[in-house]
């Protein structure tokens, strides 16, 4: 399954933006999702996951401002972004995820990211 983020734009501070993740080549219905973000040169960070069943998690420097969703009819998750930040600028990626020991663990290949600027 290839998943492909899309979304992405340029956002002033305080606005909201949606992003999604699409499956192509199969399905991910069963299977958890994860988004991810990351900057040049810095490493890529753990944003939101949502299981199989639709329980979801967030990093704490999003709670409250990201929802993470998804729609398995249409093969599609998404990641509602309100009261955007500077600090959230990244490229946002999306990989399916699996919960076991305590912690998110991903698999498969990443996909094409989508660039989020947020200006101030």
């Known amino acids: 399954v290839q998943l492909q983020a899309s979304g992405g734009g340029l956002v002033q501070a305080g606005g909201p933006l949606r992003l999604s993740c699409a499956a192509s080549?199969?399905?991910?219905?069963?299977?958890?999702i994860g988004w991810y973000r990351q900057n040049p040169g810095g490493p890529r960070d753990q944003v939101a996951h949502?299981?199989?069943?639709?329980?979801?998690d967030y990093a704490d420097s999003v709670k409250g401002r990201f929802t993470i969703s998804r729609d398995d009819a249409k093969n599609t998750v998404f990641l509602q972004m309100n009261s955007l930040k500077p600090e959230d600028t990244a490229v946002y990626y999306c990989?399916?995820?699996?919960?076991?020991?305590?912690?998110?663990?991903?698999?498969?290949?990443w996909g094409q990211g989508t660039q989020l600027t947020v200006s101030s």
């Open positions: 949502i299981s199989a069943g639709g329980s979801t």
């Open positions: 990989k399916t995820v699996y919960f076991e020991g305590g912690h998110w663990l991903d698999f498969g290949s």
């Open positions: 080549g199969g399905t991910f219905s069963g299977v958890g």
